[in-house]
């Protein structure tokens, strides 16, 4: 069992929907959670850092992580064009960082 | 501030020659871990290091090595190299301290032919 699992997509949204990408993991001593956005040839950006349980609100994204479940999410409100991407949920557990596979996201105008 | 910066952008090589490749982290950045990222496989550590010592490796074979500079800098060699090491080559610094997040470069993308 992979100790992160993301649901690869494709996911096609029209502009102005609200996304919910999502990724389970396995091992409960996670508590650094992360999520990345990555645009066609470039690296990585950091979008969004929490730590433990509850919620983070950052403009129109919010992390949640819900650590009774294995589960995190980030949630896109009135998602853009500019939003189309694929984001990278990532684990970080002494300094050894998991990441899942990425789910490719297309916001139509 | 700066962000990571990994030259070149591009390379191709053919199989057999051996590559560098270069990271700069950002300013006061100590730790500088390398991943190797393809469609099928996504994001696959490589090695990190943390002032000048290699602090984890991942599971890929002698012909990846690297090393890191008293300034922090990294490079990452590939020698002896195959097909299977087309990919995109992603460099990524951090504070180096307990749970903090990666920062990464825009990459070097490698075709091997």
């Known amino acids: 069992q992979k100790e992160v699992e993301q649901d690869p997509g494709p996911l096609s949204v029209p502009e102005g929907a609200i996304v919910s990408l999502n990724c389970t993991y396995s091992n409960s001593a996670f508590q650094y959670f992360m999520w990345y956005r990555q645009y066609s040839r470039k690296g990585p950006e950091l979008l969004m850092y929490?730590?433990?349980?509850g919620n983070k609100e950052d403009g129109r994204f919010t992390a949640q992580v819900d650590k009774s479940s294995k589960y995190i999410s980030l949630f896109i409100r009135d998602s853009q064009p500019s939003d189309s991407a694929t984001y990278l949920c990532?684990?970080?557990?002494?300094?050894?960082?998991?990441f899942g596979t990425g789910t490719s996201l297309t916001v139509i105008p | 501030k700066a962000g990571v910066t990994q030259t070149p952008r591009y390379l191709i090589k053919t199989r057999g020659q051996q590559v560098t490749l270069s990271c700069s982290p950002i300013s006061g950045h100590r730790s500088v871990s390398w991943y190797q990222q393809t469609p099928g496989q996504g994001l696959q550590f490589l090695f990190e290091y943390f002032s000048e010592t290699q602090r984890n490796k991942g599971n890929f074979p002698g012909r990846f090595s690297g090393r890191q500079f008293s300034n922090s800098r990294s490079e990452m060699n590939v020698s002896t190299l195959e097909l299977g090491d087309s990919a995109l080559y992603l460099c990524?610094?951090?504070?180096?301290?307990?749970?903090?997040?990666?920062?990464f470069g825009n990459g070097t993308r490698l075709t091997v032919t």
């Open positions: 990532a684990m970080n557990l002494r300094n050894q960082f998991y």
């Open positions: 990524a610094s951090s504070s180096g301290t307990p749970n903090s997040p990666l920062h």
């Open positions: 929490t730590y433990s349980s």
